[in-house]
């Protein structure tokens, strides 16, 4: 336990399991309020009776991350309850995999949904109260997938390209009244999204064996490894970081 965002109120969405989870879970033990938003109750609910229960001030607030009404009553729900947010994890986040020709529209819009418009949903919502405090962080979970291309994953890997600029660009221009914005990009993590994503890609033949990704980054990433990476990002250690990406993939986007 340590108290590198001691004073901070975080909000992490996607924050019932997962990567997501494990951020929610440090963030407390680091000394921050953090408020998690899911469409996961069951699990979003019990993560912070836990943590409520061991004395962290944490609180769940159920939304659709892609959805602008949700996401805004999500987010007045935590500042009601914890306090002006200044600290935001943009975690939410789905995959699509199928070969291109089979991909149908509504496959494109709801990946976009989810991925990206609730990126911008859930900072449009955040960023004015790190405005009006003249400080805050906001870190946003791309993934490898941005910039290194897998077969049957057009959709994903283009959203996540979105996910890549969007991060710089809000870095830009809001530098200078005191926000800062990163992107984390996780390789091959070992949770429900990424064991599914190995089995999907398996079974279209895309060669994501132990052995491929042990050649790749060396083993399966785990949550915490994203946790602690989000972690540096959100905390003032990294307050001359601005507008990068974090490649969390032990080498496999330096080969």
Same mark, same amino acid.
């Given at each position: 336990?340590?108290?590198?965002?001691?004073?901070?109120?975080?909000?992490?969405?996607?924050?019932?399991?997962?990567?997501?989870?494990? @951020?929610?879970?440090?963030?407390?033990?680091? !000394?921050?309020?953090?408020?998690?938003?899911?469409?996961?109750?069951?699990? !979003?609910?019990?993560?912070?009776?836990?943590?409520?229960?061991?004395?962290?001030?944490?609180?769940?607030?159920?939304?659709?991350?892609?959805?602008?009404?949700?996401?805004?009553?999500?987010?007045? $729900?935590?500042?009601?309850?914890?306090?002006?947010?200044?600290?935001?994890?943009?975690?939410?986040? *789905?995959?699509?995999?199928?070969?291109?020709?089979?991909?149908?529209? +509504?496959?494109?819009?709801?990946?976009?949904?989810?991925?990206?418009?609730?990126?911008?949903?859930? *900072?449009?919502?955040?960023?004015?109260?790190?405005?009006?405090?003249?400080?805050?962080?906001?870190?946003?979970?791309?993934?490898?997938?941005?910039?290194? @291309? *897998?077969?049957?994953?057009?959709?994903?890997?283009?959203?996540?390209?979105?996910?890549?600029?969007?991060?710089? @660009?809000?870095?830009?221009?809001?530098?200078?009244? !005191?926000?800062?914005?990163?992107?984390?990009?996780?390789?091959?993590?070992? *949770?429900?999204?990424?064991?599914?994503?190995?089995?999907?890609?398996?079974?279209?033949?895309?060669?994501?064996? +132990?052995?491929?990704?042990?050649?790749?980054?060396?083993?399966? !990433?785990?949550?915490?490894?994203?946790?602690?990476? @989000?972690?540096?990002?959100?905390?003032?250690?990294?307050?001359?970081? $601005?507008?990068?990406?974090?490649?969390?993939?032990?080498?496999?986007?330096?080969?």
């Amino acid at each position: 336990m340590g108290d590198r965002l001691k004073g901070k109120v975080a909000i992490v969405s996607g924050g019932a399991t997962g990567c997501g989870a494990a @951020a929610v879970r440090l963030f407390a033990a680091e !000394g921050a309020a953090v408020g998690i938003i899911d469409r996961n109750v069951q699990a !979003g609910q019990a993560l912070a009776f836990e943590l409520a229960s061991l004395g962290k001030r944490v609180v769940f607030a159920t939304a659709d991350v892609s959805q602008k009404d949700q996401v805004n009553a999500a987010v007045a $729900n935590v500042k009601a309850s914890l306090g002006p947010v200044n600290v935001l994890f943009n975690h939410a986040g *789905t995959i699509v995999i199928k070969p291109f020709l089979e991909t149908e529209e +509504e496959d494109w819009d709801f990946l976009f949904d989810v991925n990206v418009k609730s990126m911008y949903l859930m *900072t449009r919502a955040v960023l004015p109260m790190m405005l009006q405090a003249g400080k805050g962080a906001i870190v946003c979970t791309s993934s490898i997938s941005a910039v290194y @291309a *897998t077969p049957n994953e057009v959709l994903y890997d283009a959203t996540k390209g979105a996910c890549h600029m969007f991060a710089r @660009a809000i870095a830009v221009e809001f530098r200078d009244r !005191g926000i800062r914005c990163n992107a984390i990009c996780p390789g091959f993590i070992e *949770t429900p999204h990424g064991l599914r994503e190995v089995k999907e890609l398996t079974a279209l033949g895309v060669d994501v064996s +132990e052995a491929a990704l042990k050649a790749a980054q060396g083993r399966f !990433g785990q949550p915490e490894d994203i946790a602690r990476a @989000a972690l540096y990002l959100a905390s003032d250690d990294a307050e001359f970081v $601005n507008g990068t990406q974090l490649f969390v993939d032990n080498a496999f986007s330096a080969v």
